[in-house]
């Protein structure tokens, strides 16, 4: 039976000794030298296209049933 502590050794957290190997990245994100925005804004912007893309995806489905 899993228990609270069966994960604790291999956790992601700041008190594994691994934890800048699994916290950083291979590669750079994508960017652009004149890009204005932060990776923030670029995140931000991207999770509302998603939202965007998954809401019209079913609105075409509905769409299609007619």
Known sequence: MLGENNF???AAVKD???WLNL???ENALYGREDEIR???A???TRILHIIFLV???GFIDII???
């Open 55 to 57: 809401e019209l995806d």
């Open 23 to 25: 916290t950083t990245r």
């Open 38 to 40: 932060s990776p923030f």
């Open 8 to 10: 604790k050794r291999v």
């Open 64 to 66: 299609d049933y007619m």
């Open 16 to 18: 594994n000794p691994n």
């Open 42 to 44: 670029r995140g931000y």
